[in-house]
């Protein structure tokens, strides 16, 4: 019997600190730059944001989603067979931020790892963790997150500090008889690998004085990406992912994409046939929360009720490299 991955349950997590747009304002004015934030709110939607506490890390904020999500599995830690992250803002350059969590929630039978596809790390995880259900007969129970705490490798007087929220999203998958994973696909274009990133701390330029105080080793957009980098590329990866696995936009009961311009969400739907009514968003409550946003996002569009059992959700993320990646899943729970 063919093994099909399903996402049994999903969680989330978001800090209680809530950094409105009004007190960026007043710190950017007292920069020299007053409309800054406004202009960013009008472009992207985003209102607010929430930061974890000071003397948090990034699996401090995975942590909480993990084990709500196997609470609502109905399982406990010691039944994670494996352990999957993303992000982009991890506890360290290496060990893995997957290990750290596996400890700090007593999942001592998992093994782990962690997946680098910046922002596109969900549907990435997602795809990678049903493939290995499909594949080993021993791995019955799969803990996939996503999660961003990018504010704290940031410079709080960049105005692109703008945009970072923390949080963390989880989901729990299994095999079962119902069809829930779909399929999947990925695109990326490194030439725009200078465009947006923390240059600083790996092997192109180790960790030092110099750089610290430069700056080079908290993350700096250097560059603009174009808008067609989103507007044309999640269309391009949707149609090849939909004509490789049998389904068209009339078929799609939502489409999450990256949550960082809602104007942008707009205009791929529109140009991808699929109702924006359909493309659920958060980044207007909670920010932009990078590797964690459509797992957020989810989570979020499930308690709604915009996502029920038996709904075709399409999964497109992007984000710095440049990555993207897409997942398709049917929703059994």
């Given at each position: 019997?063919?093994?099909?991955?399903?996402?049994?349950?999903?969680?989330r997590?978001?800090?209680?600190?809530?950094i409105t747009?009004?007190?960026?304002?007043a710190?950017?004015a007292a920069?020299?730059n007053?409309t800054?934030i406004e202009?960013?709110?009008a472009?992207?939607g985003?209102?607010q944001?929430?930061h974890?506490?000071d003397?948090w890390?990034?699996?401090?904020?995975?942590?909480?989603?993990a084990?709500?999500?196997?609470?609502r599995a109905?399982r406990?830690p010691?039944d994670v067979?494996l352990i999957?992250?993303?992000?982009?803002s991890?506890?360290?350059?290496?060990?893995?931020?997957s290990?750290?969590?596996q400890?700090k929630?007593g999942a001592?039978?998992?093994?782990t790892?962690d997946?680098?596809?910046?922002?596109?790390?969900f549907?990435?995880c997602?795809?990678?963790?049903s493939?290995?259900?499909?594949?080993n007969?021993g791995l019955k129970?799969?803990l996939?997150?996503?999660v961003y705490?990018m504010?704290?490798?940031?410079?709080?007087n960049?105005?692109?500090?703008f945009f970072?929220?923390d949080?963390a999203g989880a989901?729990?998958?299994?095999?079962?008889?119902?069809?829930?994973f779909?399929?999947?696909?990925?695109?990326a274009?490194g030439?725009?690998?200078s465009y947006?990133?923390i240059f600083?701390g790996?092997t192109f330029e180790?960790a030092?004085?110099?750089?610290?105080?430069?700056g080079r080793?908290?993350?700096r957009?250097?560059k603009?990406?174009?808008?067609e980098?989103?507007?044309?590329g999640?269309?391009?990866l949707?149609?090849?992912?939909a004509?490789?696995?049998g389904?068209?936009?009339?078929?799609?009961d939502?489409?999450i994409?990256?949550?960082?311009r809602?104007?942008?969400i707009e205009?791929?739907?529109?140009r991808?046939?699929?109702?924006?009514e359909?493309?659920?968003?958060?980044?207007?409550k909670?920010?932009?929360?990078?590797?964690?946003?459509?797992?957020?996002a989810l989570?979020?569009a499930?308690?709604l009720?915009?996502?029920?059992r038996?709904?075709?959700v399409?999964?497109i993320g992007?984000?710095v490299g440049y990555?993207?990646?897409a997942?398709?899943v049917?929703m059994?729970?």
């Open positions: 019997m063919a093994r099909i991955a399903q996402i049994v349950s999903t969680a997590y978001l800090p209680e600190r809530r747009n009004a007190e960026l304002t710190r950017f920069l020299g007053p800054v202009k960013f709110e472009a992207s985003i209102t944001r929430f974890a506490p003397d890390v990034t699996s401090d904020i995975a942590v909480p989603a084990r709500e999500a196997l609470k109905g406990r010691e067979d999957v992250v993303g992000s982009d991890p506890d360290y350059i290496t060990p893995d931020t290990v750290v969590v400890h929630i001592k039978n998992a093994g790892f997946v680098g596809c910046a922002c596109a790390s549907p990435a997602i795809a990678i963790a493939g290995l259900i499909a594949a007969a129970t799969v996939v997150i996503g705490m504010h704290r490798l940031a410079d709080a960049d105005p692109v500090s970072y929220g949080g989901a729990v998958l299994e095999s079962g008889a119902l069809q829930g779909v399929g999947a696909a990925f695109a274009d030439s725009y690998a947006w990133g600083a790996g180790p030092s004085a110099e750089a610290v105080k430069a080793t908290q993350v957009m250097v603009n990406y174009p808008p980098v989103n507007h044309d999640w269309p391009r949707f149609a090849r992912l004509a490789e696995n389904f068209t936009a009339d078929d799609v939502q489409l994409l990256t949550q960082v809602k104007g942008s205009l791929v739907a529109q991808v046939g699929v109702p924006f359909k493309c659920h968003t958060i980044m207007e909670y920010g932009y929360t990078g590797s964690a946003c459509i797992a957020m989570d979020d499930i308690e009720g915009k996502i029920k038996g709904d075709l399409v999964m992007s984000g990555n993207m990646a997942s398709a049917r059994t729970f």
